[in-house]
């Protein structure tokens, strides 16, 4: 999710980008969000960059590089008043919306397939527009490899049950059909990458006969 300033300054950066071929100056994008200090211009930047919707281009100048735009911008971004951020509304607008109870199976943990911790009699409630039509299911995140993805230790992902799944996406995976594992998925012919989101951690390739896709990231819960 992103703030209404975050998704300002992304459509700026974007249209600025694609007209003049370089990116906007910190003060060129202060000027645009109307924003007192350049410091303000710096916190969005690094909330863009934790969720991974641009990047710095090294030992270069003026230099951050879109990754990828909101998929849905009509859905996600219809809101326009500065006086609470999207998160906020989206908040508040979940008293007014119905709730939905999908299982939780448990923790994703090495060695554990998904199908050895499921419990039927374990729920957790979440608002009715986080999903669409299919069958979903939460699981608590366990380590911290998924970081720099915003997917903390103890957060709850909610998954989307699929089979298959695009390149760049962030899916449950089975491996060796025994260990579980949320992951950014790539597939290049019959070879699999499972990406990490953390430079501690190396990427896996595997064979794709050793890989079963099992959900596809839809959203995140955390408690504070």
Known sequence: MLTKKQYDLLLFIDKYLKKNGVSPSFDEMRSALRLKSKSGIHRLIQGLEERRFIRHIPNKARALEIIRMPENLK??????????????????????????DIPLYGKIAAGVPIEAVRDVTTTISIPSQMIGMGEYYALTVEGDSMINAGILDGDTVVIKRIQTAENGTIVVALVDGMEVTLKRFRQKGNMIALEPENPRYETRILSSDRVVVQGRLVGLMRHY
Do not use: C, I, P
């Open 75 to 100: 859905a996600e971004f219809l809101q326009k008043d500065d006086s609470d951020t999207f998160v906020e509304k989206q908040f508040k607008s979940s008293f007014k919306t119905e709730f939905t």
